[in-house]
């Protein structure tokens, strides 16, 4: 049987960014996606900074961006918004699906073997096995997503729902996020337009039927829905090692989304670029940095601080995201947030916003959240007695 350098379960971003880093130093790849399309069915809402897509290695001028962002707004249960500048952030709207065929015109210009319809059923260190064929390979990489990272870890996964939309009633240049601990506990929905009269819009939570969050939005707006789908997404955090000894995990089925938005094109396209490159100095014999801690030497700080936000946020009722709001509407945060804005690294941007007063203020509004929450913890456990 014919031994490949690395076999890649998943053609999605992540598999084929990897699979061209491989390919470009002359070994032998082949990547297996059960689809009979790159790219589809499109699920991402290509948001991502022009920054990062340049890291990811394509130019700011290429065809499938789609729109360029200039403003975001949040707004809190009762319609607080904090408007934020986004100008400086260079954020756009990719086309998805028209990105990964991009990146797999890349790898197959470097070599990559790309078979579509092809879903591997079974994945092991020596190789994959198909419903009428097996492969063997020095590298096996599972980049097969969030279903894939499903079977690794159960929690922190969500359920996501999202409709394109043709209407006139949003603003082509701005991000809208709704947030809302009872229609969507633990996440919020948000709007994306990709044109003056196209947009997207999402929803997700725990527990909760997304499509019936977004039904509820439109209701008095005026909109065709053209496209409905439901995906995962994750915001559980990475798992603790991306690599078992010749098993690499890359992109979502590592967990490499943010934690507090599920953004995963540059994380997990880094992911992919990192697990690709350790590979090629595997193969070549050479010593390098581990990929686990090449990806957690750009990202991991980020990450913790994310995860910790989320856990914050978790425990706000809709009474505690409005007062949050108040105190930043009322601090210097929306001035700040264009001028110090990093799109790929929010939490520094958030943290860096803001000055030590309203820290303070901030970290007292916390304790008092904490402990409403402990004494109404109290007050069931008293109740049950
Ligand atoms: C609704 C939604 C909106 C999002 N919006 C954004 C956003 O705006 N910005 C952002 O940065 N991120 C966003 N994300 C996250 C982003 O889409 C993911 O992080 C990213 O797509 C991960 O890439 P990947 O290659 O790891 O996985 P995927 O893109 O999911 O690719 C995995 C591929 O593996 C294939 N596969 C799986 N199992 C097998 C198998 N057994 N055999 C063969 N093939 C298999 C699948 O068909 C798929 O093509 C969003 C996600 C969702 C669901």
């Known amino acids: 049987m014919d031994i490949y350098d690395a076999l890649i379960v998943g053609g999605g971003l992540a598999g084929l960014l990897c699979a061209r880093e491989i390919a470009k130093e002359g070994f032998r790849v082949r990547v297996f996606e059960e689809h009979l399309e790159i790219g589809r069915p499109e699920k991402c809402d290509g948001l991502i900074s022009l920054r990062a897509l340049k890291e990811l290695g394509f130019d700011k001028d290429e065809k499938f961006i789609r729109n360029r962002i200039k403003k975001a ?56 096995k198909l419903e009428n064929s097996d492969f063997q390979g020095r590298y096996i990489v599972d980049a097969g997503g969030c279903q894939s990272l499903l079977n690794y870890r159960k929690e922190g996964v969500l359920q996501a729902g999202k409709y394109e939309i043709s ?117 070549k014999g050479e010593r390098s940095l581990s990929y686990t801690e090449l990806w957690k030497r750009k990202f991991s700080k980020e990450f913790d601080v994310m995860k910790m936000g989320r856990k914050l946020f978790e425990r706000f009722n809709n009474d505690a995201l409005d007062r949050l709001f108040k105190i930043l509407k009322d601090s210097s945060f929306e001035e700040k947030v264009p001028l110090e804005g990093d799109f790929d690294f929010h939490s520094k941007v958030f943290l860096s916003s803001l000055k030590i007063k309203e820290i303070t203020k901030l970290l007292f509004f916390l304790a008092e959240v904490e402990y409403k929450n402990l004494l109404k913890g109290l007050k069931k456990i008293s109740k049950s007695k």
């Open 73 to 128: 707004s949040l707004f809190s249960p009762k319609g607080y918004e904090l408007s934020l500048k986004a100008e400086n952030q260079e954020v756009i709207v990719l086309d998805r699906a028209l990105f990964d065929k991009e990146i797999a015109k890349q790898a197959s210009n470097h070599g990559v073997e790309i078979s579509l319809g092809s879903k591997v059923k079974h994945l092991k260190k020596e190789g994959l």
């Open 167 to 283: 209407g006139d009633w949003f603003d082509k240049d701005r991000v809208e996020l709704y947030f809302n601990q009872e229609l969507t506990p633990g996440f919020f929905l948000w709007l994306i337009p990709l044109s003056e009269d196209y947009c997207k819009i999402g929803a997700a939570g725990y527990r909760i039927n997304p499509f019936k969050v977004i039904d509820r939005f439109l209701k008095n707006k005026k909109c065709t829905i053209v496209r409905k789908i439901a995906a995962p997404i994750n915001v559980g955090g990475t798992l603790t090692s991306f690599q078992k000894e010749n098993l690499f995990f890359v992109g979502d089925a590592a967990g490499q989304t943010k934690p507090t938005t599920a953004g995963g094109i540059y994380t997990g396209g880094m992911g992919g670029i990192f697990a690709g490159k350790s590979i090629v100095s595997n193969l």
